[in-house]
């Protein structure tokens, strides 16, 4: 009997905390995606008030940012610039549904999965005043990626919570059983 509800109790616990951490992953893996993007707007619109990028259409070839990428793109689709790619190289970018999003309401976003990368690029679009679009980009983990740097932590607490569950259901039917094994003790 002890067993059983040892053995039901620390059942329980263990779906509890898996079914837990599964949405704690989920809510955590949200608010990461929101907060990219709303970093990578900030970044637009910094970049979209400094007047960069204005309608003489002359970039320096070495501007630069650390871990983004910025993409100029006209009210055609053309590539005017790109600080990571030969523009040359590149097509036309009209038909991206975050170039689309800007050119109709002024501002558009998009994540895209990198299956070789095994990373999801994270996509911000801005409208500029001359109607052309400045987009930023930039790499960060996806879900698997997220859960394969958290099972240690995660197995760890899992760990120690079925020990918790282990002692404490021990003590819990102990108590419960108590007065069963005193009354057929007395039969």
């Known amino acids: 009997m002890k067993r059983k509800i040892n053995a039901q109790v620390i059942g329980i616990t263990f779906i509890a ?3 837990t951490m599964a949405f ?8 990461f995606q929101k907060q990219v993007m709303e970093d990578l707007r900030l970044e637009a619109e910094v ?11 002359e970039m320096k070839a070495d501007f630069k940012v ?3 990428r910025i993409t100029w793109i006209d009210v055609n689709g053309e590539v005017l610039f790109d600080n990571d790619a030969n523009i040359g190289a590149m097509n036309n970018h009209a038909s991206r ?3 689309e999003e800007a050119l109709k309401t002024g501002h558009g976003k998009a994540i895209r999965r990198s299956a070789t990368m095994d990373a999801n690029t994270y996509y911000y679009a801005i409208r500029l005043d001359d109607g052309s679009v400045l987009r930023v980009c930039q790499e960060a983990g996806n879900l698997s990626s997220l859960m394969q740097s958290a099972i240690p932590v995660v ?5 120690v919570m079925i020990l918790f569950s282990v002692i404490v259901t021990h003590f819990m039917t102990k108590k419960i059983i108590a007065p069963i094994e005193s009354m057929a003790n007395q039969l």
């Open 155 to 159: 197995l760890l607490v899992i760990v």
């Open 97 to 99: 549904p975050e170039v």
């Open 47 to 57: 970049l979209k008030n400094s007047d960069i990028f204005s309608d003489d259409k």
């Open 66 to 68: 650390a871990d983004l």
């Open 17 to 19: 905390i898996i079914v």
């Open 24 to 31: 704690m992953l989920a809510v955590f893996y949200s608010v």
